[in-house]
């Protein structure tokens, strides 16, 4: 895991947070003190610290006393850390621990102690990524404030008096998580990317959800976000217009007529959504309304002066308005346009008292506060905080951004947002009316560089979003990892379950898992689960155990063969494999998918995928050749051409062919191409 992303992403978290703040940076570390309670704790005396540690590589929040000749002060909460009489914190280093008693006086030799804050932390992606680790260490600060903060503030200053209404907030919140609002997620195919921007829209959106879930409950919660209308996702591709993201003008059929109006596209629809004043509360009312019209025909409203109208339920979840003394349908209002109505806009000259009456029924009968006022204790509950949303945009570099975005690639900017001190609108062509983007609108990316590098990419694009690489993870093939894996994709199955004796005896068998392992493995799966999952158990399974295929150090050679022939944005990703659990399958992911890949990247050229397989998987074919008689072309160049290596994959002939692909050869061979 990149340190120094940790060390930002920590800083700026603590930066943020409303209690704490960083007081002195240092190298690998920082202290943090307190923005309130007259800033007691933060100083040489007594600090909370970041810090990296060596041996293993970690990083936790500690508590340290480095004024030598004022330690005494903390002698006593210090031996109860010592004794284990403060719950979840203990003591893991002391530095020069001895105590010199001179005439009832403690010596300055005593120069240091760290108080451990619950735990350390890997640094390791294979454990949570940078995000996901910020929320693991604000818990821990948290935590130690809680249970010793006050008391810390006490013996510092003895006149201060704790403050037992302030909350102490157990997770991390969704600003101090410090989201990029415009980020691309970059890589080689087959590396997550487009995985990964579900876990990052949920935590985003709820980042009190636990992603370490079974990815069924991760795509529910997924699901729900994408329902209510907080998650959009998009592909870019070589068609994808201004018309069609933005604005334009589009056919509609009204009363058997086709008519032309300017339509929303994809962006400005979800930043319409986003600023929407309480839009979890509206959408849930407006589902409210959508259900009491599925129960009856319509329903009559008024609008603000008194004037009847009704509306009914069409089969796009739109309200069909009726109007006049004999009811007679009008038009549609759409939830879109309910939604920029209550953002300040009047929709359709005339019809802004119908729009109106609809809102007013969404708050009065359908639950619906719009606006932070001053109101009952009951109604002031249901008031919540901006609501996130996130634009996710898959193969965004398949599309022309620079047409696609307009002149909207100014405002996705930082500070140009919404809200921000410099937030700028611009008049947009179709509709002529302003248009600012929000600033709790996500852009989530991902990009192929297999297709095109971050290099080649706009230079406006690039200033303007944040650019994280996902990098093939092939240590999440190795052999111990897929058996932990698969342990833990069965959890909740007894051992004599028939798919899951099936699924293990074909993955042990692939993966050639000595006897040891097969002795072993009920008894280590039973500490497994008094542990919970944790990636540091696969350790319990050495890799010397196994002696079949290794498709961690497959892929690892693979990829430096390719980088080397290549470069490293045409690498092959983990998931290729990552379903592989026998022979079968690998022949199958090399036939269908590794294979054509290669093709690709090579251009045709067969014989510079073999430098990267190896003789098993390619061969020369040049025996029996001749070219058609033809006297008018140089005999000798002719001769060089037929002389000219041609070379072809070496497929197998069935799936019981087991003696053309040694895909061990890959990563055993020694042998040079000559």
């Known amino acids: 895991m990149d340190f120094e992303k940790v060390l930002n992403a920590i800083r700026d978290a603590i930066n943020r947070d409303d209690r704490f703040q960083v007081t002195h940076n240092g190298k690998n570390c920082f202290?943090?003190?307190?923005?309130?309670?007259?800033?007691?704790?933060?100083?040489?005396?007594?600090?909370?610290?970041?810090?990296?540690?060596?041996?293993?590589?970690?990083?936790?929040?500690?508590v340290h006393f480095e004024e030598a000749d004022q330690y005494y002060r903390f002698w006593n909460l210090i031996n109860d850390l010592d004794e284990n009489r403060i719950d979840g914190l203990s003591l893991y280093e002391v530095r020069n621990k001895y105590v010199h008693i001179d005439e009832g006086q403690l010596t300055n030799k005593i120069k240091k102690k760290h108080i451990l804050v619950r735990e350390k932390f890997p640094l390791d992606d294979n454990l949570y990524n940078?995000?996901?680790?910020?929320?693991?260490?604000?818990?821990?600060?948290?935590?130690?404030?809680?249970?010793?903060?006050?008391?810390?503030?006490?013996?510092?200053?003895?006149?201060?008096?704790?403050?037992?209404?302030?909350a102490i907030p157990n997770k991390i919140e969704t600003k101090q998580m410090n989201h990029p609002l415009n980020q691309i997620l970059f890589g080689p195919p087959g590396t997550g990317?487009?995985?990964?921007?579900?876990?990052?829209?949920?935590?985003?959106?709820?980042?009190?959800?636990?992603?370490?879930?079974?990815?069924?409950?991760?795509?529910?919660?997924?699901?729900?976000?994408?329902?209510?209308?907080?998650?959009?996702?998009?592909?870019?591709?070589?068609?994808?217009?201004?018309?069609?993201?933005?604005?334009?003008?589009?056919?509609?059929?009204?009363?058997?007529?086709?008519?032309?109006?300017?339509?929303?596209?994809?962006?400005?629809?979800?930043c319409v959504t986003a600023n929407t004043p309480n839009q979890g509360d509206f959408n849930i009312s407006y589902d409210k309304l959508q259900k009491k019209l599925s129960e009856v025909d319509r329903l009559t409203l008024s609008t603000p002066t008194g004037k009847q109208f009704e509306i009914s339920l069409n089969s796009n979840g739109n309200l069909t308005l009726y109007t006049g003394s004999e009811k007679k349908q009008q038009g549609t209002l759409t939830k879109q346009n309910i939604q920029r109505q209550i953002n300040g806009e009047d929709m359709f000259v005339g019809w802004e008292g119908y729009f109106k009456g609809v809102i007013a029924a969404l708050e009065a009968d359908f639950g619906y506060v719009k606006q932070k006022v001053e109101v009952s204790e009951e109604r002031r509950k249901k008031q919540k905080v901006k609501d996130k949303f996130v634009l996710i945009i898959d193969e965004i570099n398949r599309g022309n951004v620079s047409s696609i975005f307009g002149e909207l690639i100014t405002l996705i900017e930082d500070d140009k947002r919404i809200g921000r001190d410099e937030a700028l609108e611009v008049t947009l062509p179709y509709s002529k009316k302003k248009f600012g983007v929000p600033d709790n609108l996500y852009i989530i990316g991902t990009m192929n560089t297999a297709d095109r590098s971050v290099e080649a990419l706009d230079?406006?694009?690039?200033?303007?979003?944040?650019?994280?690489?996902?990098?093939?993870?092939?240590?999440?093939?190795?052999?111990?990892?897929?058996?932990?894996?698969?342990?833990?994709?069965?959890k909740k199955i007894e051992w004599e379950n028939p798919d899951y004796v099936k699924e293990e005896k074909r993955l042990l068998d692939f993966i050639g898992a000595s006897q040891t392992i097969w002795n072993t493995r009920k008894s280590i799966w039973k500490d497994f689960k008094n542990e919970g999952k944790d990636v540091k158990q696969i350790d319990?399974?050495?890799?010397?155990?196994?002696?079949?295929?290794?498709?961690?150090?497959?892929?690892?050679?693979?990829?430096?063969?390719?980088?080397?022939?290549?470069?490293?944005?045409?690498?092959?990703?983990?998931?290729?494999?990552?379903?592989v659990q026998s022979e079968d399958d690998l022949k199958e992911a090399f036939r269908n998918k590794v294979i054509p890949l290669l093709e690709e990247y090579f251009f045709g050229d067969i014989g510079k995928i073999g430098l990267v397989l190896g003789d098993s998987f390619v061969e020369k074919v040049n025996g029996g050749f001749e070219f058609a008689a033809f006297s008018g072309y140089d005999s000798q160049i002719a001769q060089d051409l037929k002389e000219r290596c041609v070379y072809a994959i070496k497929y197998p002939k069935d799936s019981k062919d087991s003696m053309v692909w040694d895909f061990k050869s890959i990563y055993t061979s020694n042998t040079a191409a000559k």
């Open 540 to 579: 319990k399974f050495p890799l010397d155990e196994f002696g079949g295929v290794n498709l961690h150090l497959m892929l690892t050679k693979i990829n430096q063969r390719i980088e080397k022939l290549i470069d490293k944005d045409h690498r092959i990703g983990h998931s290729y494999f990552i379903n």
């Open 459 to 490: 230079t406006a694009l690039r200033r303007r979003f944040h650019f994280e690489e996902m990098a093939p993870k092939p240590e999440m093939l190795a052999p111990n990892y897929m058996f932990w894996s698969l342990l833990w994709k069965y």
């Open 193 to 270: 990317k487009t995985y990964n921007t579900i876990n990052k829209a949920i935590s985003i959106i709820n980042p009190q959800f636990n992603l370490n879930q079974e990815r069924d409950e991760v795509k529910k919660e997924y699901d729900r976000l994408v329902k209510a209308g907080q998650i959009v996702f998009s592909t870019f591709h070589q068609n994808m217009s201004y018309e069609d993201f933005i604005e334009g003008i589009k056919p509609i059929t009204q009363n058997g007529k086709v008519e032309y109006e300017v339509q929303d596209g994809i962006f400005k629809q979800i």
């Open 130 to 166: 940078v995000q996901e680790l910020v929320v693991k260490l604000m818990d821990n600060l948290y935590y130690v404030d809680k249970e010793i903060g006050d008391r810390l503030r006490q013996i510092i200053d003895s006149n201060f008096q704790p403050n037992h209404n302030v």
């Open 31 to 62: 202290w943090i003190g307190d923005k309130v309670n007259g800033g007691l704790i933060g100083s040489k005396l007594c600090h909370y610290e970041f810090r990296r540690n060596n041996n293993p590589d970690t990083c936790s929040i500690e």
